[in-house]
DNA sequence: GTCTATATTATGATAGAC
DNA sequence: GTCTATCATAATATAGAC
């Protein structure tokens, strides 16, 4: 289980955490988790609204109903806060990948699947996967426990593909390292294309989410199955 | 031709200075010119530097030597320096992808040369280019002249797929509507994923712009010829 | 066309009272 | 855990002297 507490503290403030977090926490604990997330919840609000940059401490205070300095108490810095929507946008769109490969058959199927529901979870959260596919914040830098779980994003398309190709779906190009970059630059495209000309559709709407069907009908050819 | 020293002034000073440039232009014309390249050249070194929103005045004015207000001079607000900048840019943009379609064959190839001219120019100007294609300042709106440029280089494309439909080397889907946004969609793709990853290297090079080929490749396959 | 001085507003962050 | 007060810094922009 993925706790976010954790982020917003000092080593030592996450020791104390983890200790209690054995017990059942208790009512002060709670009420500090949902602030947390009510302070998360809100600077996603901020970054849709102003841009992932427009994020301000003392915006988010101010929606909060307290002052800047009280926030302090919850994230030491305006860049733990960026930290924690990072690492927490990045454990959502895996699972929301992972949710979109269940129940299809594994190979292409499956690598399809997991690419809209990854693109459907991006486009409703336009904010954070800017953050995180963008890099728009030039001052952020992803702490390292970020790179894991891009890590497993990327295994998972590769065990997707090698699937496809062992089922005979696509060919053996596809088990190369380049086709992982060439799936992921088809989805991205899209969401830019999305998120710079119609933020506020839904998936499927509007111009561009709809050739991501048209896209994906491209990579047997992409990836033959004789040469 | 594309007269950029209009965009810094106010409607008066811009008729001053047409009727200035039916005669020979003088010293002093000349240097303001050479002064408004200078700031928009800055400009563009801050914002590739600290990002497209990094920009600001005071920076431009630090490294230009002087004081903030003297800008003032030249441009009558930061939106004016990204109005001109955007427009700037794209008339670039817009003659880097006629420069890449001579000398090609009309049709297909001209259409791929383009769309990669058009790419490396953005990989060469990647702050610019995201201004231009990726919105990063929610509150920078491009002037309606700006608009007349997109929709010229909407057409060349157009006119480019017409032309690969005339010649047999692409299906008739290709003079649908949709055809534009999947083309834009991939370059679009290649693009982002370059600046947000191998921001630093040049076309050809790293892991993105050579999946440029193998998606143009692929446009046969999407606008099939017999169905 | 440059400057100084200034108005106005905003930011991130800390100290310390309660 | 909240506040006030404060520090340090930065931003856009204007007025007006030279």
Redesign the interface.
Known sequence: MFKLSLLAMTPEEGAAEREAAAAPPDRRARRRQETIYEILDIARDVMT???V??LSLAEVARRLGIKPPSLYKYFPSLMAIYDALFLEGQHQNLEAMRGGMQGTESGLDALIAGLEASGRWCLANRAVAELL??????SFHPSPEAFAVSVEMVEIQRGALADAVAKGQLGPAANEE?AI??V???????L??A??NEPDLPWGDG??T??FA??MR?LP??FPLDQ
Do not use: D, H, K, M
Not at 133 to 138: A, D, G, I, Q, T
Not at 184 to 190: E, H, R
């Open positions: 609204e102003e841009g940059n427009g596919f963008w890099r728009p914040v030039p380049g970059y060439l992921s630059t088809l989805i991205v495209g899209v830019s294309q998120f710079a111009r561009f709809p050739t048209t896209l491209l050819a992409a």
